[in-house]
């Protein structure tokens, strides 16, 4: 498994690509199968890296921050961080007609009822593409109230798309739709989110840019 981060981040890409092995150890935990003397000894080596990699400890993930190449980037975001092993991670981009979109594969660690994801994964996902929508639409934000609408189970293993567009802004506050849905458009959650623009970001924008 390759991850590149930007080049010359040679740390950063091992972190990225450490967080990624994480991911697939914590699926192999929700699914595995083996014995308890098996399970006792793979938690006495995990007990063990977790002690090298505390060694030397931040007291928060990666950052919100402007890489070499110019871009933003929040690589320590629970659902886009590429370092972050509880994010999917999901990639999110430009939609041709407006707006974003990000295909994604939801996995068994994320089940709520049976055979389904949890609705607050879904919930946590939509939020997060309606606020890049805003952003998007040069008006990011902070939610202000989140609704969604839950109109089939969300299987996880399967490839979904999400999208999300910007709808419409009086002030400071900026409205966007969203929706998780099959390849063939088939909705299976849908979400509004109200998104208030903090007065200090009008000045200097967000993350101090």
């Known amino acids: 498994m390759t991850i590149e981060v930007t080049a010359g981040e040679p740390r950063l890409d091992a972190l990225c690509v450490l967080a990624g092995q994480v991911r697939e ?3 192999a935990v929700a699914l595995t199968d083996v014995g308890e003397e098996e399970l ?3 938690t006495g080596e995990l007990s063990a890296l977790t002690g090298r990699l505390r060694a030397a400890a931040r007291t928060t993930p ?4 402007v890489a070499p190449d110019g871009t933003l980037r929040h690589l320590g975001n629970a659902v886009t961080g590429a370092a972050n092993p509880h994010a999917l991670p999901l990639a999110v981009e430009r939609a041709p007609g407006g707006g974003v979109r ?3 594969v939801f996995r068994p660690l994320h089940e709520g009822p049976p055979g389904a994801v949890h609705g607050g994964i879904s919930a946590m996902i939509l939020d997060h593409l309606l606020g890049q929508a805003v952003a998007a639409a040069g008006l990011a934000g902070m939610t202000g109230t989140l609704t969604v609408r839950y109109r089939a189970p969300v299987p996880y293993g399967t490839p979904l798309v999400a999208t999300a567009e910007h709808t419409r802004s009086e002030g400071r506050k900026s409205w966007a739709d969203g929706r998780i849905a099959l390849p063939d458009g088939t909705p299976l959650a849908e979400a509004t989110g109200l998104f208030v623009t903090p007065a200090g970001w009008l000045q200097r924008g967000p993350a101090g840019q």
């Open 25 to 27: 150890l914590m699926d």
């Open 40 to 42: 006792t000894a793979v």
């Open 62 to 65: 990666q950052p919100f921050e």
């Open 102 to 104: 990000a295909e994604l």
